[in-house]
């Protein structure tokens, strides 16, 4: 059977809260802080100010995303007005796929590095997968040349059917 593109997870992400986020060593965030979630270089989604916050800004806001399905990371980022606070990337293992369920709600916890890979902060978040990618499959039967093929029968009545993968060029 022929693959085509996965369809991309559709995720609910909701930003909660960060903690100990600091401009440098010795002075805290104060105020206007933000969160932008990417998924990729060119879909990303970001939280509303918080003005008041500090060091330990809270948000609870969730934001609704596409992520390709072949994504390994999510990427989040804290800001404090024009300047990234801290960045963690997310491994998209611990939210999709494996063994957990579709709409099942995940709360993690991340340490954020600022530019320099030195630790700066934590990021409270939960992520739910909203939607799965659907592996859309072509008919087993169709050719390149449009003629459906009747394949090998399997051996008696026990429906065992062995085969090898061989390359076919259209």
């Not at 059917?161 to 076919?168: A, E, K, L, N, W």
Request: hydrophobic fraction near 40%; charge should be positive.
């Amino acid at each position: 059977m022929a693959r085509k593109a996965a369809a991309p997870y559709v995720i609910e992400v909701t930003v909660i809260s960060a903690e100990g986020l600091r401009l440098s060593r010795s002075q805290p965030v104060k105020r206007n802080s933000y969160v932008v979630v990417r998924s990729d270089p060119f879909n990303s989604r970001r939280t509303g100010t918080d003005r008041e916050g500090g060091g330990y800004p809270a948000w609870n806001e969730k934001v609704v995303m596409e992520l390709p399905a072949n994504a390994r990371f999510l990427t989040v980022e804290a800001h404090s007005g024009s300047r990234l606070v801290g960045a963690a990337h997310i491994p998209v293992s611990d939210f999709a796929g494996g063994f957990l369920p579709l709409n099942y709600l995940s709360f993690l916890s991340y340490r954020l590095r600022d530019a320099n890979g030195a630790k700066n902060g934590i990021l409270n978040l939960s992520v739910k997968v909203k939607a799965a990618p659907a592996l859309a499959l072509a008919p087993a039967s169709a050719t390149c040349s449009g003629k459906p093929w009747g394949g090998v029968p399997a051996h008696g009545d026990h429906g065992i059917v062995t085969g090898i993968p061989v390359s076919y060029k259209c």
